[in-house]
């Protein structure tokens, strides 16, 4: 059997703060199944037993140990901030989305969709680009009801409900 090359070695002080961080019941699963990974480890229990046992895989088993190694007890307990992509309009771009989502659809048309919001967002330039799926996710971050009734039809008058 080969050395491992990140061992776990918990002070007793981490160890009842894991027992605790287990057992309280306020923290993420994923949290959670951290510290009872980290325990695992500490009894030199092998990764593929520890996948086993906690249904992770042995990669996961390997980085949690390779953070704690490299960069603490707190690192390897807590989840990294995901920040996710950049937000596409400020707050000023989404009250001038919401004044365009409410206002009268272009002519030809009886109501704005999220393809039509989609491209006049980019032509007043407020986004370089946007999908009308992103256009579709802002109405209904800012409550605008377009498809009000219930079968999905909506009336040129109601186009929406936040106005």
Excluded at 36 to 41: C, E, F, K, M, S
Excluded at 50 to 57: C, F, G, L, T
Excluded at 119 to 145: C, F, M, Q, W, Y
């Amino acid at each position: 059997m080969s050395k491992k090359l990140h061992t776990i070695h918990l002070t007793e002080q981490e160890r009842a703060l894991l027992h605790q961080h287990i057992v309280t019941g306020v923290h993420s699963a994923r949290s959670i199944r951290r510290a009872q990974i980290l325990l695992a480890a500490d009894r030199q229990r092998s990764d593929a037993w520890i996948a086993d046992q906690h249904e992770v895989s042995k990669a996961t088993v390997y980085n949690l140990r390779r953070r704690y190694c490299t960069e603490g007890f707190q690192t390897a307990l807590n989840e990294k901030p995901r920040p996710g992509a950049p937000k596409k309009l400020d707050g000023r771009g989404e009250a001038r989305f919401t004044a365009i989502a409410c206002s009268d659809p272009p002519s030809g048309h009886q109501r704005w969709t999220v393809r039509l919001l989609a491209d006049k967002l980019v032509e007043l330039e407020l986004v370089e680009n946007i999908s009308p799926a992103t256009v579709g996710t802002l109405l209904k971050k800012t409550r605008s009801n377009p498809g009000k009734n219930a079968n999905g039809a909506s009336e040129p008058s109601a186009a929406c409900s936040s106005c």
